[in-house]
């Protein structure tokens, strides 16, 4: 039987495919041979042997690299402790600053709904002005509010959120359902929703969210209103107004101008949907001053910034309109930066002799400054054996170092204090703008306040005022100033008082209407002339008192308002290094890249011959053409510069000048210069570039 004749016997069929052969394809491996070795594969650590090494570190070690490494760890854990208690300091007075406005605006938002409204919606007006960062924080604290009690949440909505209608609607439904329930309850939310499928802008899905979590306020943010488009925020109010009944909406609107103004950009019919109250955050400079005076004035703090410090930091927050977060970061780099790149700063670790002795620190603290101006006082003062046991013995000088170090730090604690005492007079004796911490610690850090005008003028105007005045601030400054006599003067002050309760406040010799004028006739002329009145018994120990303490002050401003540059080891402790913080929060790009291209051999390696020359073939490309602009006018010929930029190859390298090679890098320097902004195409002549930029300026 034949093989079909088989095929019909079984039932099979005659398809040739389906008798065809199976193979199995394996490619072979290249790059290695049949009898060759495997690569032996890298070790790799696993996450436990991580977790056993020690930690980098993150300072380097100074003193030419030989301060050891427990030194290092110590400087970087004082910077770590001490930023961490000076940043608790920061977050508590933000928080006290913002706590006034967020509970007038918690209490808006509770209060208020659309019947309170007449129909309209609930509206908080938020000014800011400069403190543009304070809205976030209210929000943020607002938010937490609502959901811990679950009345509601916060929705902030940004001016890039919104470039349409479709588009900020559906922002709005993810945020307000992921603020609670988070981007996979957002997707839940969509998926497990009964009913037909909802689009993700159609407000059914925020009242569907609404009716299930029970929300009483939902509070719609919208951080930088005034960046809004108008007919998109009048199309948007519109809208929520419609669906006031069913979703509880509560709008708050940040503003950095006015209200007048906002509201003038706005439609009448759109300001007509709104109804509710105008709230304004406190100024960003109050808060800056208040971080500034805790930091410095604290009784707690080991480390004060410097004269220098201070000036750019007010600085630069009055130039750039800086938040608080900002100014706070650029005292922590302050602080970060001392740590890092002080070896004394180990100091204020308060490290074992045994570390100290290990290291060269003896040798940097006997190459100070302030170390010198110490010695030299010794020695007037006959100390020589002292000063010889300073500077020979280590031992010594190791035992001796932590002593000064603290009676210096508590001088700079009396110092800040000091401030603190003037600035509290200041508020009953200063009629005109009042001086704030930061000013007057500027001049005490210079040692210019004991001398100042603002002092004698403060002390004179101190002998003027009446018994009502001078109890409130005896008040004040009992809390700063702690001496028995202070406590004697507001007794004695305290028991006059008593004794005259009916005849008004008392007056003191120095005040005006304590004098007479007197009229003689001499010769058949007037003469005028100013006498003392008769005083009261009263009024004669009201003046005393007012003697006392006058007395108190100046004796107390004396003594503690020094000069901190005279104190040994304030280099430890008084960080006044301008250029790290001035160059790092205030950088000036333009004036390094000027510099660079006219004077290229500033950062460049050359022969002297060469950096003579101002304008030569061996300086870059775009160095030569930036310096052949200098020259030109506004309006530069591009054929000219060409024969002025291939005259300076020319004329160095004679007659091996190439021209292909000369004009590709012109062409490069000149594309160089238009990314930088330097020139551009002008629109007058076609054949002409026109200057954009002009060097210094």
């Known amino acids: 039987m034949d093989a079909d004749g088989l095929n019909d016997a079984l039932g099979l069929s005659n398809d040739k495919s389906q008798n065809l052969g199976a193979y199995i394809y394996q490619p072979p491996k290249h790059g290695k041979s049949a009898g060759e070795r495997p690569t032996k594969r890298r070790k790799v650590s696993s996450t436990a042997d991580k977790d056993e090494q020690p930690d980098r570190q993150h300072f380097v070690p100074l003193l030419n690299g030989d301060e050891n490494a427990e030194s290092v760890q ?8 001490l930023w961490s208690k000076q940043e608790h300091k920061i977050q508590n007075i933000l928080e006290d600053v913002d706590a006034g406005v967020l509970t007038d605006v918690l209490s808006f938002v509770r209060d208020t709904s659309p019947q309170t409204c007449d129909g309209c919606i609930p509206t908080a007006l938020v000014t800011v002005g400069s403190n543009v960062s304070s809205l976030s924080r209210l929000l943020s604290r607002l938010n937490g509010q609502l959901i811990s009690t679950e009345e509601g949440s916060v929705v902030v909505l940004e001016s890039g959120d919104a470039p349409n209608l479709k588009t900020t609607l559906k922002n709005i439904i993810r945020a307000a359902v992921t603020n609670t329930d988070g981007n996979d309850g957002y997707q839940k939310f969509l998926t497990d929703r009964a009913g037909p499928r909802l689009l993700g802008y159609d407000l059914d899905l925020l009242h569907d969210y609404v009716q299930r979590k029970g929300t009483k306020k939902l509070v719609l943010a919208l951080r930088d209103s005034e960046a809004f488009d108008p007919g998109l925020l009048t199309d948007l109010l519109s809208l929520f107004k419609s669906w006031l009944d069913r979703i509880p909406f509560t709008v708050l609107l940040g503003i950095s101008t006015s209200v007048e103004l906002f509201e003038g950009r706005l439609p009448r019919s759109c300001v007509a949907l709104l109804r509710g109250k105008h709230f304004e955050a406190q100024e960003a400079g109050n808060c800056v001053d208040r971080i500034y005076e805790t930091l410095q004035t604290d009784p707690d703090t080991n480390l004060w910034l410097g004269r220098n410090v201070t000036s750019t930091l007010f600085e630069n927050t009055s130039d ?17 930066s001392h740590f890092f790149a002080n070896p004394l700063s180990v100091l204020l670790a308060n490290p074992d002799s045994t570390v100290l002795a290990q290291n060269k620190l003896c040798e940097a603290i006997r190459n100070l400054p302030s170390f010198r101006m ?19 013995d280590d031992e010594y000088l190791i035992q001796e170092t932590p002593k000064y170090l603290d009676a210096n730090q508590q001088r700079m604690q009396n110092m800040f204090q000091a401030v603190r005492v003037v600035h509290t007079c200041l508020q009953y004796t200063q009629t005109a ?55 004697a003067i507001q007794e ?28 003689t006739v001499v010769q058949q002329r007037i003469r005028l002339s100013k006498g003392q009145a008769d005083l009261s018994e009263q009024a004669v120990e009201y003046t005393n008192i007012v003697d006392r303490l006058v007395a108190l002050l100046q004796v107390h401003l004396t003594e503690t308002l020094i000069n901190p540059q005279d104190l040994f080891l304030h280099e430890a402790f008084l960080f006044d290094l301008r ?4 160059e790092t929060f205030a950088p000036r790009p333009r004036f390094a890249i000027e510099r660079a291209l006219a004077t290229p051999f500033d950062y460049l390696l050359s022969s002297s011959d060469v950096t003579m020359t101002k304008v030569s073939a061996k300086q870059p490309a775009t160095a030569i053409l930036y310096q052949l602009y200098l020259d030109s ?11 002025a930029f291939y005259g300076v190859f020319e004329t160095e390298e004679a007659g091996e000048c190439d021209d292909r090679v000369v004009m590709s890098l012109f062409y490069g320097a000149l594309s160089e210069l238009k990314a930088f902004g330097v020139i551009k195409s002008s629109r007058k002549k076609t054949d002409h570039l026109a200057k954009s930029a002009w060097m210094g300026l």
Not at 74 to 81: F, I, K, P, T, V
Not at 376 to 389: P, T
Not at 579 to 582: A, F, I, Q, T
Not at 634 to 639: I, R
């Open 74 to 81: 110590l400087r970087y854990d004082a910077y770590q402790e």
């Open 320 to 336: 750039y309109f800086q938040s608080p977060e900002a100014f706070s970061r650029m005292v922590k780099y302050a602080y970060m």
């Open 374 to 392: 110490f010695c030299e006082d010794l020695v007037e003062e006959g100390s020589i054996k002292q000063v010889r046991d300073m500077l020979d």
């Open 433 to 487: 703008k009042k001086a704030n911490v930061s000013d007057l610690s500027i001049r005490a850090l210079s040692g210019e306040l004991s001398e100042s005008t603002i002092v004698e003028e403060m002390v004179a105007t101190a002998k003027t005022l009446d018994s009502d005045k001078l109890d409130e601030l005896l008040v004040r400054l009992r809390k700063i100033i702690m001496s028995p006599e202070a406590d």
């Open 492 to 519: 004695d002050l305290r028991t006059l008082l008593e004794t005259c309760l009916d005849s008004g406040p008392l007056r003191s010799g120095y005040n005006i209407n304590s004098t007479v004028t007197k009229t």
């Open 579 to 582: 250029n790290p913080l001035k």
């Open 633 to 643: 006018g506004a309006l530069v010929n591009v054929h000219d510069l060409w024969q």
